[in-house]
């Protein structure tokens, strides 16, 4: 009779998240950022590690770090606001990282939005590569709407073409409701997200049909086929690629942001934020209908329940925020080790 062989338990630690935002603080600042920089990314990363979101936490620090040395961002840009509407505000982010952006323009966009019941913050000239979801959520923890597009490098096919064109393209909404955290959620407009293809190849693992094509075209299940030379698909086929387009539109073409297409990296080796644009818009419900918006979403969810739903989006990623905060954000010893030595220690 044959055994299979025990599963072999990775090594782990456990921090504290301000433990982990200072570490990676502390790697930001050794690689060429200005300390608002630093604080603003090693929050935004910390945060998805904290939820679970592995495919935007720690693992993407190599990747902050080579695109740092390349020269390819300006990790010390200072955000140009500008207010140039009533319910309208642009940010120029220098080629620098957007998540400083949008906190350069936070305050006056959440006064516009409050004062007309809509407001708009168009990014251009950003980097992001990270989680989109920690943008939105802390507007709807403060009983507000909020709603963000972000345009990528190209590395998605149109349906029904043959070569890619636009990014993975992120969606990413936020809604409070009267008991329990707010309604979040985030998605590619991709089959998959661009990092879980690349945690599958680092780990040797298949991906489902469906997600994306090798060189020649070819439907393939091997992420290294997808990332050597391959690309990703849309999802649910015209429709997935008609949002990725409508993201283009207003990431890109609204904020005066790069669309996929329009940048090249190849003289900065090591670069791999994608130089585009970011939009959000940010809503207060108090000014719809008369009946407390953050009730109404909380009868959507009891019906929603009712119905027999047992998982809601968002749902994974507070129960592991309660448990990380609990017991601490869990790190593999090795990626750890890794983190360390980038930040010097």
């Known amino acids: 009779m044959s055994v299979s062989p025990l599963a072999v338990e990775t090594p782990q630690e456990h921090l504290s998240l301000e433990a982990l935002v200072t570490l990676l603080e502390t790697i930001f600042l050794r690689h060429g950022t200005s300390a608002e920089v630093a604080r ?64 350069a323009a936070r305050a006056l966009l959440v006064e516009k939005a409050r004062h007309a019941g809509i407001a708009i913050l168009a990014i ?49 909404f936020a809604a409070p409701q009267a008991a329990g955290d707010p309604i979040v959620f985030d998605l590619a407009t991709s089959a998959i997200a661009h990092g879980d293809v690349q945690i599958a190849a680092r780990k040797g693992e298949r991906l489902p049909p469906g997600m ?30 008609a949002l990725s387009m409508m993201v283009e539109l207003l990431a890109a073409a609204l904020t005066g942001g790069n669309f996929s297409f329009e940048f090249d990296w190849s003289n900065h080796p090591g670069a791999k934020t994608p130089w585009t644009g970011q939009l959000l818009i940010v809503i207060d419900p108090s000014k719809g209908a008369g009946q407390n918006f953050a009730e109404r979403s909380q009868e959507l969810i009891r019906q929603m329940h009712g119905v027999g739903l047992k998982r809601l989006p968002g749902d994974r990623r507070h129960r592991q925020r309660e448990k990380s905060l609990r017991e601490g954000v869990t790190l593999d010893v090795a990626e750890l080790k890794q983190l360390r030595e980038l930040a010097g220690l």
């Not at 961002?73 to 957007?98: I, L, M, S, T």
């Not at 094509?213 to 997935?240: N, R, S």
């Open 212 to 241: 994306g094509v090798d060189g020649l075209g070819q439907p393939t299940d091997d992420p290294k086929a997808i990332l050597e030379g391959g690309a990703l698909l849309p999802f649910g086929g015209h429709k997935g690629s």
């Open 40 to 103: 603003s990314l090693a929050q935004n990363c910390a945060a998805a590690e904290r939820d679970g979101a592995h495919s935007h936490g720690v693992f993407r620090i190599p990747g902050y770090v080579s695109t740092l040395k390349s020269g390819w961002v300006n990790g010390k840009a200072v955000p140009v606001v500008e207010d140039v509407a009533p319910a309208f505000v642009r940010v120029d982010a220098g080629n620098g990282f957007a998540q400083p952006a949008l906190a």
């Open 124 to 172: 251009r000239n950003s980097h992001h590569f990270a989680a989109l979801w920690p943008d939105v959520e802390p507007f709807a923890e403060e009983g507000l709407v909020a709603l963000s597009v972000v345009n990528s490098m190209t590395c998605v096919v149109p349906h029904g073409a043959d070569r890619p064109l636009f990014g993975t393209n992120p969606i990413a």
